[in-house]
């Protein structure tokens, strides 16, 4: 059910949008002491684009040169290293390869070290084909040459919003889902309808990623870029996979798509993808067998001894690209309002120093804030396989998810948390419930009791002697 905001009470700052760039924006400026809410129309925070991602914690090394997407990558990189400690985030040190795979790809990846280099990568290393298999045997002997990449690496890309958010909602920001955004009107100050009730602020920022467009209209603006929805599908790969896979394998990109990778995740399978398919819909993602079955041949051809290994789960997913490939961010002083558009694939990098460029841009039009005398410290729960899990350690219940591990001390503590999961999605990404080998089909019945009128859609259909 959405949080009722409090009648009459006005924020500094209403941000319309809870994916990863949304979370990351309320922690910011509640950090700066602003009066924050969070809106989002899902039922709960990671609903639209970022729920689906390669979890690469990027170094921006082919990022356009000079754009502000490499200058915002490196920024959030950075501050995602110096608080991963402090919120207990998750970072998977796997270093990558981007791999030619053919004499006109090995021609480029000259370029490509040029290019990280004048980016500030200056660690990377060319190397010849064999010199790379030997330090990753799994390798085909096709590879020609590879670039080593040492600071890419893996993190958990649900529980780094959860973080932000959280520490947020303790600094006294306030999280409406269930809220779509139906208008809005400035007039000194923002009024904005939603689904949930009225809103009032004093600036509002979009975040709205696929709606990000969209929700520049309803906000009464002239969009200055249009979303072009590119859908990636996704294999993931049994836990078998991963002793294969230990760095990212990343391919030369294209002018289009950083193209297909094959990467280990922090939950100990490997992922294959992602595709870059345009579309109008901005809702379904669909996911199809033969390019699903492309994804596998692909990984096999890439890893020969991933040729036969189970799939575990498929998916898919859409990034919001427009019709520019830089993010399209605008700043309305004389409305106080902020577009943060058009942020693809490296969201997830960028996230945090998106949200500092925000509270810089923020200040351009408007006074400081008085920041809190300290901001607190929050242990998110670890899901990552290179730390001690909760099966692990004593008294945690019993195992509700034996594919997983989970434990139900895990689920318990989720829904007493600052923010609860609002609907089974949102459970499985607190948690890892349901997303191993059976994908919930040995407990998916002992979830529906224990979620049992928790969630906004049930995961068991009552009878009406039940209700």
Sequence with gaps: MPLQPPTGETYDVAIIGAGVVGCAVARRFALAGAKVILVEKGADILSGASKANSAILHTGFDAPPGSLELELVRAGRQEYLEIRDSLNLALVTTG?????????EAEKLAGIERQARDNGTTDVVLRLGAEARAAMPSLSDRLVAALEVPGEHIIDPWSAPLAYLTQAVALGARFLRGAELIKGAFDGGWRLETTAGEILAGTVINTAGLYGDVVDTRLGFTPGFR?????????????????HVPRIILPVPTEVTKGIVVCPTAFGNVLVGPTAEEQEDRVRATVETQTLEALVARAAEIVPALAGMPVTALYAGLRPASEEKGYRVFVRPEQRAITLGGIRSTGLSSALGLARHALKLHAGFAGPFVPPAQAPDIATPNLAECCERDWQRPDHGEIVCHCELVTRREIEATFSSAVPPGDFGGLRRRTRAGMGRCQGFYCNARLAEMTKGRLATPLAIETEGER
């Design 96 to 104: 990558a390869y981007v791999c030619a795979w053919n004499a006109l």
């Design 227 to 243: 979303i072009k929805p590119r859908k990636g599908q996704f294999v993931v790969l049994d836990k078998a996979a991963a002793r």
